[in-house]
């Protein structure tokens, strides 16, 4: 099965799996009430199907198996699922959930940490299944005694346990322009550099242990970071570009990603440093940084035993640097 954008030659197929999925499967909703099937009816057309297609700031899935759609999704960049209608032949073989789980990855995708939908009568269990919780009372939705508000955290959806972190090797991401608009709308220009910055060739973290990661949750790109060799400190690796978009600093995406960098660098038993962005620093230190206000970073970890160790050889190098100087 595939689950793909809709295209306007999908507008018929995907009218008749709306009408049929309201007409047999919605009867707990409807009750085979004519005036209550008649307003639930009159914009499943294929003509308005096909504007829903072709309507910005919304997306509509279908899944697909062998040419025939089984599911119709949609759901708008806001993170309002409006569509989520399965065809009375794939009924209790996972489609309802498969086209579910890609309009959430979806929302996520444009930014929303949070996902909201009416549930009918018939779904409603379904939902709350799947980590959905109601939100008010029924709203009655074409004369119906359902339509129960509900919604869905998606960073509790993207926890630690589906993060995947994938090293970066020849070209960024395809969701990196995304991110870097995120970062550029609240002022972390770092990610900017990093774009410009592998575009050139300057930076490609592609020297001994140096290392590049992108996270994804639950299938969106959710952080990136990497290593390089400090470029102030000999012998050093210093954390470079690291930023996790808003909607997942509260999952622990940030420290998977971090700790791995970490890990990587502790196969070198060099001591790495950070230039902490604003507001950060507590992150870092919860990590076992401590703070080192020098040579262009904020703090550093050290992998010798102790703090002095890293106090001793931190001490040693500027000594080194500034007999250099003289």
């Known amino acids: 099965m595939e689950i793909r954008d809709a295209v306007p030659a999908d507008a018929q197929a995907a009218c008749e799996v709306l009408r049929r999925s309201i007409v047999e499967l919605c009867v707990a909703d409807h009750r085979n009430d004519p005036a209550i099937l008649k307003r639930w009816l009159a914009n499943k057309t294929p003509e308005i199907v096909a504007s829903w297609i072709a309507q910005p700031g919304s997306s509509l899935l279908v899944a697909v198996e062998e040419k025939t759609i089984l599911a119709v999704g949609a759901v708008s960049d806001t993170g309002e699922i409006s569509l989520n209608y399965v065809s009375p032949d794939a009924r209790f073989l996972g489609v309802s959930r498969a086209i579910l789980r890609a309009l959430e990855t979806r929302a996520a995708a444009r930014g929303n940490a949070r996902c909201t939908l009416l549930s009918t009568e018939t779904a409603r269990r379904f939902y709350h299944v799947c980590g959905y919780a109601e939100d008010g009372p029924p709203q009655g939705k074409f004369g119906t005694t359902g339509s129960y508000p509900m919604s869905k955290s998606l960073i509790a959806e993207a926890g630690t346990d589906v993060v995947r972190l994938t090293r970066v090797a020849d070209a960024l991401p395809d969701e990196f322009a995304t991110l870097r608009a995120e970062a550029r709308a609240e002022g972390y220009r770092f990610v900017e ?104 970073h904020t703090h550093s970890l050290s992998r010798q035993p102790g703090e002095a160790a890293v106090r001793s050889r931190f001490r040693s190098v500027r000594r080194r640097n500034a007999a250099g100087r003289g």
């Open 193 to 296: 550099r990093l774009a410009t910055d592998w575009q050139a060739g300057v930076i490609r973290f592609d020297r001994p242990g140096e290392a590049l990661f992108v996270a994804q949750a639950g299938g969106v790109l959710a952080a990136i970071g990497g290593l390089t060799t400090d470029p102030v400190l000999p012998n050093a690796l210093r954390m470079r570009r690291f930023y996790v978009r808003r909607q997942f600093r509260s999952g622990g995406v940030g420290r998977k990603l971090a700790t791995a960098l970490l890990d990587l660098a502790a196969r070198s038993g060099c001591p790495v440093t950070v230039n902490a962005a604003a507001g950060s620093a507590g992150f870092w230190e919860a990590l076992g940084f401590v703070p080192d206000s020098q040579h262009g």
